[in-house]
């Protein structure tokens, strides 16, 4: 039967590295916020905050997604819109596109205000 050299060497094990922010409040409790865009929010809009643990900043947004869509609908012709039984619903994406670029920074800032610092940064 063939044997096996022990001495092979295997390639190292490469981390994968998110890069984000680590914040640590006064009891030692570390939460982790990516950096870069979230396309989640594009889809589930304010939602993410809500799994955060960030209930107002969930319910300003949702109240930002809702006034949005009846702004646009009011400047739209909502006689023609209703005739045609069809509102654009597209008009809810465009606050969620914001939040795809600064929902993390909106994050980072929000667990400021909860008494969080930065204890690390990932780059």
């Known amino acids: 039967s063939p044997?096996?050299?022990?001495?092979?060497?295997?390639?190292?094990?490469?981390e994968p590295v998110v890069?984000?922010?680590?914040?640590?409040?006064?009891?030692?409790?570390e939460?982790?916020?990516?950096?870069?865009?979230n396309?989640?929010?594009?889809?589930?809009?304010?939602?993410?905050?809500?799994?955060r643990g960030l209930p107002?900043?969930?319910?300003?947004?949702?109240?930002?997604?809702v006034a949005n869509y009846f702004f646009w609908v009011h400047l739209l012709d909502v006689q023609r819109l209703l005739a045609t039984n069809r509102l654009p619903s597209e008009l809810f994406v465009l606050p969620n596109l914001y939040l795809v670029f600064?929902?993390?920074?909106?994050t980072i800032a929000a667990y400021s205000?909860?008494?969080?610092t930065i204890a690390k940064i990932q780059s």
Do not use: C, M, R
């Open 102 to 106: 600064h929902i993390n920074k909106i």
């Open 3 to 14: 044997t096996q050299p022990t001495n092979v060497e295997h390639p190292p094990t490469i």
């Open 39 to 51: 396309w989640v929010a594009l889809v589930f809009g304010p939602f993410p905050f809500l799994f």
């Open 31 to 37: 939460k982790f916020v990516k950096d870069g865009n």
């Open 19 to 29: 890069k984000g922010v680590t914040l640590v409040n006064n009891a030692g409790k």
């Open 113 to 116: 205000k909860k008494g969080y």
């Open 56 to 65: 107002k900043e969930f319910l300003l947004w949702s109240a930002i997604v």
